[in-house]
């Protein structure tokens, strides 16, 4: 993977999609640490005050053509259950390092939860409840008191476990409809028919939380700007606070991975003119751009996390799939996108009974976290206050990003009339998102990506 700095001689243009860049550094660059640090030193020194909290259900029904997440299909042999047990073991060790310096009272609180997967809603509602009372009673977290983000599916979005989030706080809902014609769902491996898509949304939005958010993707095969505007109006005619437009990937060790597809370059060239008019559609809808992927509706209340809060410092994650960050090192456990790896992952963490260590991960040293506070600040679209980076490193993107920041400039990436003081990306930047990313990744983390081995 290389990333040329300059535009100066014959590099090619770069392509718009490399990667998703929703967490940096990436787990394909995390190792097993040696020394396996406890977690009650490496939170120690760290604010406490405002975490986040990040549960992960690593379990679907079925899996998506495009889905390289953490998650396995099906639980046999009350599978649920020990993982369950496996969660609130992990909890407890995690609260306990939390307060092994004597903080007590406010000194540990949250500011913000989310339930992941996999599919969390995969659950029954009395497991939710159970996963409820582990973020509540062990990590100390008030879900009714603070923002709580929950993903579900057409198929698991019942009325008995939407009762039971609505009930617990949650305030927002974000479902995976991905497309509302048949056929490209079944092109995506992601069978389901719209009259059960629509009666889903119709649950979600008789339970009153107040923010729904409705995933939708471009770029199937067969998909075309009529069929698009299809899935949009659909989605739009729920008024759903939020949308994310995603572009189609087709990556390795996913059942579409193993796919011809288009060429690439006709393939870009459509997945961009879907993203353009999908964009436009929502701008003239009402809609504000969050970000390349992320719009919300410009009365909408926010009380869901915005595309850049899986990047803040001071994130708890528990569960096997899970990320939790410090201010210098992120970690987690082994990472799998073959279904033989990802079962063997959860039947391990299952069984296992000391949390207390970090296994996986990778530091963050002061070269990572400026690049990292750089993606997560210029891919949105309001941009980045530069005080605020020079109140945290002391310097400016411009000195330490100077052929990075000239290339994107060169590009046309970077919006030129911003402003003093503001450092943002324009139109074709935010379209980009995909391609300025990655090259904005350090050689040490591209390195370890690349001699990363799927499994």
Known sequence: MTHPTSTTGTAPRPRPYESYVYAYPHKTAYRPLADRPALSG????????????????????????????????????????????ALDRQATAVADALHADGTTGTGVSFAAAAFGGGTPTFLTAGE??????????????D??????????????????????LAERGATRLSIGVQSFVEEEARAAVRPQHRSDVEAALGRIRDTRIPVLNIDLIYGIDGQTPESWRLSL?????WRPEELYLYPLYARPLTPLGRRAHPGEAGWDAQRLDLYRR???????????????????????????????????????????????????????FDYAVGMREIRNIIDDYTRTEDFSRAEVGRAVDLDEARRR?????????QGMALEEYRARFGSLPADDFPAELDRFA??????????????????????????????????????????????
């Open 128 to 141: 939710l409840e159970r996963l409820c009372d582990i973020a509540e009673k062990r990590m100390g977290a």
């Open 278 to 332: 999908g964009r436009d559609h929502l701008l003239a809808e009402g809609y504000e751009q969050v970000s390349m992927r992320m719009f919300r509706r410009r009365d909408a209340p926010h009380e869901g996390a915005d595309d850049y809060a899986c990047q803040t410092d001071g994130m708890i994650g528990l569960g096997c799939g899970a990320r939790s960050y410090t201010s210098e090192l992120h970690y987690s």
């Open 373 to 381: 506070h750089l993606l997560q600040s210029l891919l949105q679209a």
């Open 233 to 237: 109006d659909a989605a739009l005619a």
């Open 410 to 455: 060169g590009l046309g990436w970077l919006d030129a009339g911003a402003g003093p003081g503001l450092l943002r990306l324009s139109p074709e930047g935010l379209a980009h998102s995909d391609a300025l990313g990655p090259a904005l990744f350090s050689p040490a983390v591209r390195a370890a990506m690349a001699a990363y081995e799927p499994k």
């Open 42 to 85: 490496l939170w120690a020194g760290e604010r406490k005050d405002a975490l986040s909290l990040y549960l992960h259900i690593p379990f679907c029904e079925v899996r998506c053509g495009f889905c390289n997440l953490f998650t396995r299909i099906g639980v046999p042999d009350e599978l649920t259950t020990r993982y369950l047990d």
């Open 143 to 164: 879900l009714r008191a603070v923002p709580l983000s929950v993903e579900t599916s057409p198929s698991t979005a019942t009325a008995d476990r939407l009762a039971v």
